[in-house]
């Protein structure tokens, strides 16, 4: 009997997804568990694998496409199997205006893919003049990044928000529409994070950053406090004691925030390791969809920018984010003199339909104590 293998639904969050590679043909035979095609989300790669023996009867999206999520991707079943033809959808509708709309000069014999479309916005490249080298002669993205290296583009009025930059873009509104945000600044005395990241870095030959360490201490410090560790649910907050560090990581897509799973119960070392293998899938796109989901609450580290304070925005449901900016030299009284002293610069926005001024910066004396004595904490 055949089986139907539809797009999945990667998160809550997302709508569509492009089909980047097939590795199976209309034809091929194809084992249970085996990798027939790659998807790509805004945020992270996906393999599709087939879930029973058989071969392949019909492919219905072709590489360089989007397709809707529960959309047809293909069909498994045995050779000759008659298969019964998809049912309308909003994305077949799409495509059969987009066909219409084809300009009767134009070198295919089908509508451009939604992602060569998008590239040839971005690069000024005229899809009329292009002779595709798709399916049915259809123009798809390569195509279009062939023409725009040989061609210089014409000027354009604007250029097109990515599908990730749409997302972070509605994500960010949403935040804010949904949210009563404010901001607290404060300093930490950062003398002994550079001390003990000069020690750490003979003995372990510089694998730990101060961003480890901040990150270290702040895991530590957010059990102690409920309220800033919590989600706001249905006008419910939600406490937690387990601490699900998010970290926001810039990548070639845009924002990705992958969350390191009780945190708190992790040693410096293991929390440094897991942060670089997470944020290297980041930057790869190939982070595992449950490990973007589920943070307790969020840092955003942008020191190594040359930037002291800042205002980031909360994620909800979470309640609370910290900016951490670079450390610099500040002047402070010691007695009847001035001296100069290394200061970490905290940023903490907070929700507050849930948390008030004062136990905001409680938790960020709080913070701040910690990241002084870090050495104790070691």
Known sequence: MATTIEVPQLGNTVEECLVTRWFKRKGDAVSAGEVVAEIETDKTTFEITSP????????????????????????????????????????AAESRSASADKPAHAHTTGAASPRARRAAAERGVDLTTLAGSGPGGRIIERDVLAASAIATPSPAPGVPLSPTRQTIARRMRESL???????????????????????????????????????FCLVRALPQSPGINAELVGGRLVNHSDVHLAFACDTAKGLVAPV??????????????????????????????SDLAGATFTVSHLGSLGIDWFTPVVNPPQVAILGVGAIHLTPVRNGAAIEFM??????????HQAIDGAPGARFLQLLAATIRDVESLL
Not at 178 to 206: P, V, W
Not at 342 to 351: A, G, H, N, Q, R
């Open 52 to 91: 029973v023996d058989g071969q392949v009867l019909e492919i219905y999206v072709e590489e360089g496409a989007v397709a809707p999520v529960f959309s047809r991707l293909l069909v498994v079943g045995d050779n000759g199997e008659v298969i019964a033809p998809p049912a309308p959808s909003a994305f």
């Open 177 to 215: 529409a949904s949210t009563a945000q404010y901001t607290l600044y404060a300093s930490a005395d950062a003398r002994a994070l550079i001390t003990t990241r000069a020690r750490l870095k003979g003995a372990h030959g510089g694998d730990i950053t101060i961003v480890d360490l901040v990150n």
């Open 260 to 289: 390191i799973r009780d945190a708190q119960t992790l040693s410096l070392t293991e929390l440094a390791s897991r942060a670089r293998v997470l944020a290297g899938q980041a930057l790869a796109g190939t982070v595992p969809l």
């Open 342 to 351: 290394d200061v970490l610069p905290l940023s903490l926005t907070c929700d």
